[in-house]
């Protein structure tokens, strides 16, 4: 099934996309605490950013994510990704598409107790379809520490192709986030993503 987005009647206009199993929805500031819960574990933090895990960041990123949602023009999106089935927040996505010409950047986590059922690929995929058919980007990319080998795997069975080779280049990426850990960079385009759901719709 393909997923589908749609924009409710309510001003200001709320994005909502839907999967197979997934509903991709704005974050709203009751969504933190829920956050905040899985987001400070050590495991999920193993392959945050610097400072990213933190009480006080989660609660500031719910809601600059919520400040972002009304600008205008909007170029940051931030879903929380509800598992239907339970109607419970399993994780969030993100899409920052400032210029359509220059490309856009995806991010995800998922609480460890939903870990290798293929929700961030779910929900990926469903953001990669909005960014190409709706905002009209010609590339996005994903960057991740290079020993991030589920993440990592994500972006390869979403079809995105790394850019970074090699350990100097690794570094240059790294150093743009102050990182002192090697980091690596995957893109796909717009035909790459049809083709690789073509391939495997889920
Ligand atoms: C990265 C993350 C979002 C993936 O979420 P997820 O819902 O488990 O992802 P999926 O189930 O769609 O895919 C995970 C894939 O990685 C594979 N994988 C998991 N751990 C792995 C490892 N150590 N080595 C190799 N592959 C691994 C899984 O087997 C699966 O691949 P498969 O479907 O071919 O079996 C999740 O691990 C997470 O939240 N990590 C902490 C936060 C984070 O790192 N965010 C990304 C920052 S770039």
Known sequence: MMPSCSLS???PPKLRLSTERLLLRELEESDWPVIHAYASLPEARRYML???????????????SMAAAQANPRI???????????????????LRAGNADRGAQV????????????????AA????????ADLGVRAVHADSFARNFASIRVMEKLGMQR???????????AERYG????MIRYVVRPQRHTANVAQAPY
């Open 9 to 11: 009647a309510a001003a």
């Open 50 to 64: 610097a400072g990213q895990g933190t009480r006080d960041r989660t609660r500031s990123f719910v809601l600059s």
């Open 76 to 94: 940051f999106y931030a879903f929380g990704i509800v598992l239907r089935a339970e109607n419970r927040l399993v994780g969030t996505i993100v």
């Open 107 to 122: 991010g995800w986590d998922v609480n460890r107790a939903y870990w290798n059922r293929g929700i961030a690929t779910e």
């Open 125 to 132: 995929r469903s953001v990669l379809a909005f960014a190409f």
């Open 163 to 173: 850019l970074t080779r090699g350990w100097f280049a690794s570094m240059r990426l």
């Open 179 to 182: 990182e002192w850990r090697p």
